[in-house]
């Protein structure tokens, strides 16, 4: 990652999202680059069956031709200063599989992040679409200075779609906290003309 956060060897049309300032978000945005919009446009035929959990606040909105992303803070915090965070992104033409982002993303955050800690995806079927779950972690962040740990899901949509789903804490949480999560992030579902799965 160069000095102004553009991840090297990314894509360049997936660069300069403006983002949360944190470490896997900043590092979604490299890969996505989206600028900043008011609004959402119209919902597509395929989407993210996703609505904020209670405490938290959206904080920010931005499209491109390659990505739709929002993010999301525990009430009360702010985009610069989270504790708590989520984003939800919607890529489209990244020519990746879920197992391939995650990979990409594992490498771009190796790159920021001397002790960085991943474990492997775990890859599944939900609905007929291929799944990842994975955790990412770096005890301190080149971009933030903060560490951040990750809890993070890719869905495979149709017509070379991805979404991805990112919760994120400032402080590891504990496992109960950390189990409930992975069962909310699991069960997230896609929706399309045929109905969620």
Known sequence: MNASGNATGSSSKYRNAPVRNGGLAALLAISLGAPSLIAMPAMAAETLRFFPPDGFTGVHVSESDTVRLS???????????????????????????????????????????????????????????????????????????????????????????????????????????????SDWIRALQVCDDDGCA
């Open 71 to 181: 993010e999301y803070v525990r009430d009360g915090e702010a985009l610069d200063g989270w504790t708590h965070a989520i984003t939800v992104a919607e890529l489209r033409g990244t020519g990746w599989t879920a197992s391939e982002y995650v990979s990409q993303l594992q490498a771009d955050l190796a790159a920021s992040c001397s002790q960085a800690f991943e474990m492997s995806p775990d890859t599944f079927e939900a609905g007929g679409r291929t799944s990842t779950i994975s955790i990412h972690a770096c005890p301190n962040m080149d971009i933030s200075g903060r560490p951040e740990i990750d809890l993070v899901r890719v869905i495979e949509g149709a017509d070379d779609k991805l979404f991805v789903i990112q919760r994120s804490w400032v402080i590891s949480p504990p496992n109960e906290e950390l189990l409930e999560w």
